[in-house]
């Protein structure tokens, strides 16, 4: 079925006598030649018989005359006045022999290759395909030329300018032809056989805001929508926005012979906004750059720029923020004004970063708050996290995390930090360096690393631990040091045994050696050849006393380190009999104080007495080194 009123063309086997032409578009002759004949065109060669090349000079006025030039002259043309010379032209016309069949010169049969060109045709390369070969022939370098030549005339391309380099990668395959007898390529090669002078590619100019931080999404990356960039954060000397200024293309011209003119450049973003002093702007001859002065956020108001960082905002909600993620140290500075206490002032599953915020309402379901220094006027809910060095919290029901953390009413929260002070606590668990409660109601765990304090027990059920390893560092110390001393005690032992060995061998072979020793003596003093094998004997024994020396000395400095290791697993509890559990009221109901040892590790538990006055309660040792919790004057 033929397409677009198309036929079959029958292929007749007609020859064509050898045509000589003169033409500047051989492919276009070629095709014409063959068509006339109905041969297939890809039946159809040609040999080239001469190349005329010639040049003129246009202006407005008129066209000059096609003026001859000499193949010797060509690679000699002056760039700048003749080839970048906009008003000069040039062109090739060749003669050729046109005939039927293929050229004489097929031993090339097995030499696959391609013509190809970078799009503006300046650059011209040769593709060889993998499984190419070329055995080796007469006039090798002539004919490889030839056929090389020949692809270049029907792909458009001058022959003798521009191809300085087509010499030299003959040559090279030629010489390997030569010494090897032919030359294989296993895989594709490709080899530059012109060049040209490419034009440099005109710019429009362009306004790029480098503080919006675009992302490209994967379609796999699940998008999330409630990071919408309500803010965007600033550091200072950030770039923030670069305007690239126009810049007009420089001319070239192409190995076919054309001149290539770039365009002219399109100005469509030439700035039209201010900045404030917060920004300052650079300028040199390719872009206007505009830099942060200061951390903070970007800001756009009545057409000027400018870095602030404080914000007041109602909400922080999926609806009318999305997350806020300036990040702790972005000296962003946040006030959430919401105060119903029937609403969120920071929605339900929001996420924000920033180095202050003021909160004044509630901190809504899985959501999570990261600052410096922060502070709740509302209350938490029990699925959220905030985490601040300086945190204040009216009331706690969440988990939250610092350094100095005050709340005011702890309902079954969790807390973390280095310093607590809760004025009510009704439940829930406090992790601290040093921990004080106000009031104390019932199911309360406190867990301190030196100090527990409570000014008023007006509940039960409540547990109170000393942990000396309750800090991170210490924990991640005491398990280093285990390690540590696990790889001592391998090494430790498998030296010992190692000495075992060689203490069994040399007292086995002492006496032989002796023996050997006095012989050496004897033969030394009567001026006789030592014998080879007593002299091998003999320095292989010393050897064996030189390593025992050296693992002795091995041992003693890997268990002395040993030794030191394990003096300190207790030095992670040296601070221990200095820790405190403080109760200023008399004790209610049931409760608990224990103290955590390290070494040896065990957990000791007092539960005192109902109604009991005794305050203040450490830990003592006894002569035997037992230890106790006993009740203390401080």
């Not at 018989?49 to 246009?58: A, C, G, H, N, Q």
């Not at 008129?62 to 062109?91: A, C, F």
């Not at 007292?507 to 006095?518: A, E, N, V």
Request: a negative charge; charged letters at 30%; glycine letters at 6%.
């Amino acid at each position: 079925m033929a397409l677009f009123g198309s036929s079959k063309i029958t292929t007749k086997s007609t020859t064509i006598k050898p045509t000589v032409v003169r033409t500047q578009n051989v492919a276009k002759e070629i095709q014409k030649i063959a068509t006339a004949h109905k041969i297939d065109v890809n039946l159809v060669d040609f040999n080239l018989i001469e190349i005329f090349t010639y040049m003129r000079i246009i202006d407005k006025e008129q066209d000059g005359e096609w003026e001859g030039i000499d193949k010797h002259d060509l690679y000699e043309l002056d760039e700048t006045e003749t080839l970048l010379n906009p008003y000069v032209e040039i062109k090739q016309t060749y003669e050729i022999e046109i005939f039927s069949g293929r050229a004489a010169d097929n031993y090339f049969s097995d030499f696959k290759f391609a013509i190809g060109a970078n799009a503006s045709k300046c650059k011209v390369y040769m593709s060889i395909a993998a499984g190419s070969r070329i055995e080796e022939a007469d006039n090798l370098n002539e004919n490889l030329t030839d056929i090389i030549n020949k692809r270049k005339i029907r792909a458009g391309i001058l022959i003798n300018i521009f191809d300085e380099m087509l010499l030299d990668v003959v040559s090279k395959l030629s010489a390997q032809i030569k010494v090897d007898g032919s030359a294989a390529f296993e895989k594709k090669e490709t080899l530059l056989i012109a060049e040209a002078f490419e034009p440099t590619p005109t710019r429009d100019d362009a306004l790029i805001l480098h503080y919006e931080n675009a992302k490209t999404i994967d379609e796999k990356e699940k998008i999330d929508y409630a990071s919408r960039g309500f803010i965007q954060s600033v550091k200072e000397n950030e770039l923030l926005i670069e305007y690239i200024k126009p810049m007009q293309g420089t001319p070239g011209r192409n190995c076919r012979g054309e001149y290539l003119v770039p365009r002219e450049p399109v100005v469509a973003h030439e700035v039209a906004f201010a900045i404030d002093e917060t920004i300052r702007q650079e300028e040199d001859s390719l872009s206007v750059k505009y830099i942060a002065k200061e951390n903070g956020y970007i800001a756009f108001n009545d057409n000027i720029y400018s870095i602030k960082n404080k914000m007041d905002i109602n909400e922080i909600s999926f609806k009318k923020t999305g997350s806020i993620l300036s990040g702790v140290d972005s000296d962003v500075n946040l006030s959430v004004n919401e105060k119903d206490v029937n609403k969120d002032a920071i929605g339900s599953g929001m996420q924000v970063e920033v180095s202050e915020i003021v909160i004044d309402g509630n901190v809504g379901s899985n959501s999570s708050v990261k600052a410096l220094k922060a502070s709740v006027g509302g209350q938490t809910h029990k699925t959220s996290f905030i985490e601040a060095d300086k945190l204040d919290i009216n009331i706690h029901k969440g988990k939250a995390k610092g350094k100095e953390v005050h709340i005011t009413r702890l309902e079954h929260g969790e807390v973390e930090a280095d310093s607590v002070t809760i004025m009510q606590a009704l439940g829930g668990s406090i992790r601290a360096k040093d921990v004080y409660v106000e009031v104390c109601a019932s199911h309360v765990k406190v867990t301190a690393a030196q100090r527990i304090e409570i000014n008023k027990l007006q509940g039960s059920e409540n547990i109170f631990i000393i942990d000396p390893l309750l800090q991170e560092d210490k924990q991640e110390g005491l398990n280093k040091n285990q390690e540590n001393i696990q790889e001592l005690e391998s090494i430790v032992k498998s030296i010992r045994s190692e000495m075992k060995k060689l203490e069994l061998s040399i007292k086995k072979g002492t006496h032989s050696f002796l023996d050997i020793k006095k012989r050496l003596v004897h033969y030394k003093k009567n001026g006789v050849k030592l014998p080879a094998a007593f002299v091998q004997k003999y320095k292989a024994f010393m050897k064996l006393q030189d390593d025992l020396k050296e693992l002795k000395s091995e041992y003693k400095l890997k268990n002395d380190t040993l030794l030191l290791h394990t003096t300190q697993t207790s030095s992670f509890q040296d601070n221990i009999l200095d820790a405190r559990v403080i109760n200023r009221d008399r004790w209610v109901g049931y409760n608990e104080i224990k103290f955590k040892l390290i070494d040896p590790p065990e957990e000791l538990v007092y539960k005192p007495a109902e109604g009991s006055r005794d305050m203040i309660f450490g830990l003592v040792q006894d002569e035997e080194g037992e230890y106790s919790i006993k009740a203390m004057k401080e």
